[in-house]
C-alpha cells in the first residue's frame, strides 16, 4: 500500500467539514462566502488522488468520454 500523504488528507478533511458545515449553518452571509469554494477544492483535493493506472493509464476514460485517438 502507498504511503499516505498527510497535507492532502488534512485538506480533503478541511473540506469536507466546510461542505457539511455549508450544509448545516443558517447564516446566509457566511453561506454563500464559503459556498464559492468549498465544493471546487474539495474536487481539486481529490484530484490529487487520481491514479491513472488503476483504470488502464487512462486509455478507458478515454474510450468512455469519445476520445478516440
Known amino acids: 500500500m502507498a504511503e499516505r500523504i498527510g497535507w492532502i488528507d488534512f485538506a480533503k478533511g478541511v473540506a469536507i467539514i466546510l461542505v457539511v458545515w455549508g450544509h448545516t449553518v443558517t ?13 471546487p477544492f474539495f474536487f481539486v483535493m481529490a484530484g490529487f488522488l487520481l491514479n491513472l493506472d488503476k483504470w488502464g493509464g487512462g486509455r478507458k476514460l478515454q474510450r468512455f468520454f469519445g476520445e478516440t485517438r
Open 27 to 39: 447564516d446566509v452571509d457566511v453561506n454563500k462566502f464559503f459556498a464559492a469554494f468549498r465544493m
